[in-house]
């Protein structure tokens, strides 16, 4: 029933920063756990990171210390914050409900290149 509508992507250089936004709408999202994924043609789709109703997050390995994700309840919107970009991390991003996904967005492209 809810429904997500990612932004923020686009092209940055190596070492630049982006800021992803994912606006949920048809529910309120207070009390789910809200995630980033990301995928590559051809790839699976994999968690980038995850926030719980807590504020609990956690992260992929190679995004640790360069990405952090956050929440605005009363805006029903999650982020992600994309800092010290690297051209491994260009992919389609996509937001998502659940700790085990049950809805996701359309997703919003993020490529890193010089």
């Known amino acids: 029933q809810v429904q997500l509508v990612e932004s923020g992507g686009g092209l940055v250089q190596p070492g630049g920063s982006l800021r992803l936004s994912c606006v949920a709408s048809?529910?309120?999202?207070?009390?789910?756990?809200m995630g980033w994924y990301r995928q590559v043609p051809g790839k699976e789709r994999n968690l980038v990171a995850r926030i719980d109703s807590s504020g609990n997050t956690d992260y992929a390995d190679s995004v640790k210390g360069r990405f952090a994700i956050s929440r605005d309840n009363s805006r029903n919107t999650v982020y992600l914050q994309m800092n010290s970009l690297k051209p491994e991390d260009t992919a389609a991003y996509y937001c998502?409900?659940?700790?085990?996904?049950?809805?996701w967005g359309l997703g919003t492209q993020v490529t890193v290149s010089s």
């Open positions: 048809g529910s309120s999202i207070r009390l789910s756990t």
């Open positions: 998502s409900v659940g700790w085990v996904p049950t809805s």
